[in-house]
């Protein structure tokens, strides 16, 4: 196992090193299917991190669809949805154990929920963060480009399933959102060119413009 890239691009939500500790110590260890024993943590490989809800089928990335799984178990869920594998297991060891498994893996949706809403938190954090270094970067390229002073100015910058969706006033761009890794990694240069995309937009719309004409465009 590795777990130094806990984003994957196109898919919402982000798990840390923490969440997998957590999750081992909710499931006592052992694999979130059949039961089997896991390896521990810090050793290589010794379980599979596994998508309840597949990346592919829509499924997201945050810690509440996540399940630790022995490489069996992962090999013959592959990429469905837990329901055929469940059937399978039950017809193997039963209906008891296939209840009381079920049952405790329930107990457990209330502590995963809140490893979600950690995360979540976390990634709104980071999304203000961006608008406010965004709108330093605005303000320094509407100073030095000469243009008026817009009557408004609002920036709001948001996560909309896969996808950044970032607003300044009337013009808006949007592009597959960065990992929560990616972001940390964003310096001045990253803002001075989101804004510099942003008034451009924004001056070719005729919202802002140079002193007190409008700019104009010839093609």
Not at 189 to 200: K, P
């Amino acid at each position: 196992m590795t777990v130094n890239t806990f984003d994957r691009k196109h898919a919402e939500g982000f798990y840390t090193s923490g969440d997998i500790a957590a999750l081992y110590g909710l499931q006592d260890g052992k694999c979130y299917f059949c039961d089997a024993q896991l390896g521990k943590l810090g050793e290589k490989s010794p379980f599979h991190i596994d998508h309840l809800s597949p990346i592919s089928k829509g499924g997201t990335n945050w810690p509440g669809n996540l399940s630790l799984s022995c490489p069996d178990c992962n090999k013959r869920k592959y990429n469905q949805d837990t329901a055929k594998l469940w059937k399978k297991l039950r017809a193997e060891k039963g209906d008891s154990w296939y209840q009381e498994k079920i049952a405790r893996n329930r107990s457990h949706t209330a502590r995963k929920s809140q490893l979600t809403k950690e995360r979540k938190v976390e990634r709104q954090e980071s999304l203000a963060l961006i608008a406010e270094k965004l709108e330093e970067a605005l303000t320094a390229e509407i100073r030095e480009g000469a243009y008026a002073s817009p009557s408004e100015f609002k920036v709001s910058v948001d996560q909309l399933g896969v996808y950044l969706s970032i607003w300044f006033n009337n013009s808006h761009i949007e592009f597959p959102a960065p990992t929560q890794a990616e972001i940390q990694t964003w310096v001045k240069q990253d803002y001075v060119a989101l804004a510099a995309c942003l008034v451009i937009t924004e001056a070719l719309s005729g919202y802002l413009k140079v002193g007190s004409k409008k700019i104009q465009v010839s093609l």
